[in-house]
Nanobody, 119 residues
Framework: QVNVLESGGGLVQAGDSLRLSCEAS????????MAWFRQAPGKEREFVAS????????NYANSVEGRFTISRELTRNKIYLQMNSLQPDDTAVYYC????????????WGQGTRVTVSS
């Protein structure tokens, strides 16, 4: 079993920056990748960014590329999401997810951390 815990959300103004953290614990030895997703009010959850555990390949949604940076800390099973130039459209609950070997998808999820960007 893997436990995933996000932190770092809050209320900021447009143009501000925020850094989210996510820590995985439990059966994390077979981690393939971790990622951030978000769900805005009234919308479906969408992919934000991902990072692989081997090779450090990263991917970003078009809407955040150039503004957000995903990074990892392997020894602590942590990832981060540095969010710069935040806009009201970035307002959402941000979820961290983990994918393990043998799983075709992200199968461990956190409870989410809320980010609100005021104009």
């Amino acid at each position: 079993q893997v436990n995933v815990l996000e932190s770092g959300g809050g209320l900021v103004q447009a143009g501000d920056s925020l850094r989210l953290s996510c820590e995985a614990s439990g059966s994390t030895v077979r981690t393939v990748a971790m990622a951030w997703f978000r769900q805005a009010p009234g919308k479906e959850r969408e992919f934000v960014a991902s990072i692989r555990w081997i090779g450090k390949g990263v991917n970003y949604a078009n809407s955040v590329e150039g503004r957000f940076t995903i990074s990892r800390e392997l020894t602590r099973n942590k990832i981060y999401l540095q969010m710069n130039s935040l806009q009201p459209d970035d307002t959402a609950v941000y979820y961290c997810a983990l994918q393990r070997v043998g799983s075709g998808s992200y199968d461990s999820w956190g409870q989410g951390t809320r980010v609100t960007v005021s104009s």
